[in-house]
């Protein structure tokens, strides 16, 4: 069936260094969407990336896509303590185009 | 600040009540969802709305029974539910249905079944 797969598990950073979270699909995805996730909070959309190959940016954020589009990744640079939560990938569902399914996720701790 | 709003907030419930969690939504969204989601795990899909019609069902138990009286409103009706049970239950809508259309989340009822 078929899976997301993010890495790593579990990030801890210092502040102001970078972080990077990858997420792999087992099939193709026609789209792909990043979440993060606050402590105590709720899933909070970031970015949706449609095209092979596309990067986008949102501040410190880069976001890619990759060529085969069953992979992605999320580059912050210089991270703050206002980075601290989970980064869920998700994408459509293969036997449902409903469904959203989400990758495990990325914890992200930054030590001021 | 969500424009998916959800209640109640908190919720503590025996396994022999009868409970209905809510949400409402706005912004014309035409696919709503309920997710549960346990600590340090992903949300994990239960319903999707499309167009006011069940599309998804993903083999809940019969103790969750969701609802979608029109289009902004979602409900979860809980019967005889089990302490395993205890989580975050989140709602979403996304402006058309299908994986294409990014989801909007509301706060969430943290549920706890004692």
């Known amino acids: 069936g078929q899976q997301v797969m993010q890495i790593p598990q579990y990030q801890h950073v210092q502040e102001g260094e970078d972080f990077t979270t990858y997420c792999n699909s087992s099939?193709?995805?026609?789209?792909i969407q990043w979440y993060k996730q606050r402590p105590g909070g709720h899933p909070v959309f970031l970015i949706q990336?449609?095209?092979?190959?596309e990067v986008k940016k949102q501040k410190r954020l880069t976001f890619q896509f990759g060529e085969a589009k069953k992979n992605s990744s999320l580059h912050i640079t210089a991270t703050q303590t206002t980075d601290v939560g989970t980064y869920f990938c998700?994408?459509?569902?293969?036997?449902?185009?409903?469904?959203?399914?989400f990758g495990p996720g990325t914890s992200l701790s930054v030590i001021p | 600040d969500t424009e998916v709003t959800q209640t109640p907030k908190h919720l503590v419930m025996g396994m022999t009540n009868k409970k209905s969690l809510k949400c409402e939504q706005h912004?014309?969204?035409?696919?709503m969802y309920w997710y549960k989601q346990k600590a340090k795990k992903p949300p994990e899909l239960m319903f999707v709305?499309?167009?006011?019609?069940?599309?998804i069902n993903e083999s809940v138990p019969s103790r969750f029974s969701p609802e979608c009286p029109n289009s902004s409103l979602l409900n979860l009706h809980l019967h005889a539910l089990q302490p395993e049970d205890s989580a975050l239950y989140l709602c979403?809508?996304?402006?058309?249905?299908?994986?294409?259309?990014?989801?909007?989340f509301g706060n969430g009822t943290r549920l706890t079944v004692t």
């Open positions: 998700a994408g459509p569902g293969e036997t449902s185009y409903d469904k959203v399914i």
């Open positions: 990336l449609v095209k092979s190959g």
């Open positions: 912004m014309g969204h035409r696919a």
């Open positions: 979403a809508s996304s402006q058309y249905r299908g994986g294409n259309s990014p989801l909007h």
């Open positions: 709305y499309s167009y006011e019609k069940l599309s």
């Open positions: 099939t193709t995805l026609s789209n």
